[in-house]
């Protein structure tokens, strides 16, 4: 089964954006373990300006590209990267987050394949609480867009406002933990719907 799923990830390349929650509720601590996630998922894929490019965004007030999709061509390069993400603090704007992504991310200006219809647009957004602003006009136009996105909630995180997020089938889209100890323990699931597509 493993490996069957893995061929899937290696048969299908994607444009992948993690979108994560920097904001205040989050702590500098829980934001190492998230660090890791990003360096630990990035496993999964075949990395490659011609394969599998990965960019990261984090947002609390406001959204900040860490590294854009274009910018790193090695799995090694993105995992040392992602374990230097800054930590801010600050507010949750999950729609304004969502809206740049959807406008920025996975532009060409930041490295993204738009013309090239094999590769797939995928965001995994990861938060912890309640958004401050809305969020599912963002999400519709993400969608609209052509953007799979999977929203992951921890501890506090709105059932609702994570349903309004992820794509169609909510059930194969939407993943929540209790907190940031148990992000890890879905990997593999996350992983698996992933690559199943």
């Not at 801010?88 to 394949?113: C, H, P, Q």
Request: overall charge neutral.
């Amino acid at each position: 089964m493993f490996s069957a799923t893995l061929a899937g990830c290696k048969s299908v390349h994607y444009d992948l954006v993690f979108l994560l929650d920097a904001s205040s509720s989050v702590g500098k601590e829980d934001f190492e373990k998230v660090r890791q996630w990003v360096s630990n998922l990035v496993e999964t894929f075949e990395i490659g300006p011609d394969k599998t490019r990965v960019g990261v965004v984090r947002y609390s007030d406001r959204p900040t590209t860490e590294f854009d999709l274009g910018k790193h061509k090695t799995r090694q390069e993105i995992k040392e990267a992602a374990r230097k993400i800054q930590y801010y603090g600050g507010n949750t704007n999950t729609g304004d987050a969502l809206r740049y992504i959807t406008t920025y991310s996975f532009s060409k200006e930041a490295g993204g394949r738009l013309s090239d219809q094999t590769v797939k647009k995928v965001a995994i957004l990861l938060t912890d609480g309640r958004s401050q602003d809305f969020v599912l006009d963002p999400a519709t136009a993400a969608h609209q867009a052509g953007i799979r996105i999977f929203a992951v909630g921890v501890g506090e995180a709105l059932k609702e406002e994570l349903d309004e997020i992820a794509s169609e089938p909510k059930s194969a889209h939407v993943f929540h933990v209790s907190d940031y100890n148990a992000i890890d323990k879905i990997r593999g699931k996350l992983r698996r719907r992933l690559c199943e597509s």
